[in-house]
């Protein structure tokens, strides 16, 4: 069934926020329609806003979500999905063995099992499979993914789809990790910290001082505190635009 014309990439953004939904903000989630396939990155509360493109989950019927970890704003709205997805086969990804001590799959059945979810792990789809990708690369579909680990309170992973689109969150920010960094189309990286304080996040000063802005078209960032003031958003909003990035919004499409 044909879905990207012309050989395109689109990036919906679904979910900005990180922690949990404010000022119109849902919790982390993209959706990527890419060599045919169709990608989630993480299932935060973002995915209620698969309802912005209807048109889109109509013309495919396998969907995979991709985890960068398991924390809960990054996985509540798989509860969601069954609104979208009920016609779908679905894949979740997650880190899972040998990096976590249990599989992806026994995460999510706890997680989601019936006396919390009443549709159960794997009601919320046509059929669901739950896979572990182990800290390793691997393939969905016809899309190669990159990972690599990152430094966070459990283990976390940036994800790289087909060597064009770096989504990277929950995650401190190390420098030495962006040297001779491969290009890319877009980035999406998490912005948590008005100021450094955080070692389990990344701040806007240590973005703007140490990311190698030229080897990305686009850098978008996400993950972004709901308890900044407007004081706070206004600091990080100014540095972003002096270097070029853009503060994710929720409804954002960008197609390349």
């Known amino acids: 069934m044909p879905t990207n014309y012309h050989g395109q990439t ?6 900005s926020n990180g922690w949990m939904p404010s000022d119109g903000r849902q919790t982390c989630c993209f959706l990527v329609e890419v060599a045919d396939e169709l990608v989630l990155l993480d299932a935060g509360t ?11 989950l109509a ?44 599989t992806t799959a026994d995460y999510l059945l706890d997680v989601l099992q019936p006396a919390v979810y009443s549709s159960g792990a794997h009601g919320f789809a046509r059929e669901v499979h739950y896979h572990d990708y182990g800290g390793r690369d691997f393939v969905v579909g016809q899309v190669p993914v990159g990972v690599r680990p ?10 790289r789809l ?3 689109l ?24 998490e912005c948590w910290q008005a100021g450094s304080g955080d070692p389990r996040h990344t701040s806007i000063e240590s973005l703007a001082e140490g990311l ?20 706070e958003r206004d600091h990080v909003a100014c540095i972003a635009q002096s270097r070029g990035f853009v503060l994710a919004a929720d409804g954002m499409r960008i197609t390349w």
Do not use: C
């Not at 973002?46 to 889109?56: F, I, K, R, T, Y």
């Not at 190698?212 to 308890?227: C, D, S």
């Open 166 to 189: 770096v989504y990277a969150t929950d995650t401190s920010f190390d420098a030495s990790a962006w040297t001779n960094v491969v290009p890319a189309k877009v980035l999406l990286h």
């Open 10 to 15: 689109t990036l919906w953004v679904l979910g």
């Open 212 to 231: 190698p802005t030229e080897q990305f078209g686009r850098v978008l960032l996400i993950h972004q505190n709901p308890a900044w003031d407007k004081a």
């Open 46 to 56: 973002g995915v209620a806003n698969l309802s912005l493109v209807p048109q889109v």
């Open 59 to 102: 013309r495919h019927d396998r969907m995979h979500v991709l985890l960068s970890h398991y924390h809960l704003d990054h996985i509540a709205g798989l509860m969601y999905l069954k609104r979208f997805a009920s016609h779908m086969h679905v894949d979740v990804y997650g880190p899972g063995r040998p990096v976590y001590e249990r």
């Open 150 to 159: 990152q430094r966070h309170s459990s283990a976390s992973f940036e994800l």
């Open 162 to 164: 087909k060597g064009e």
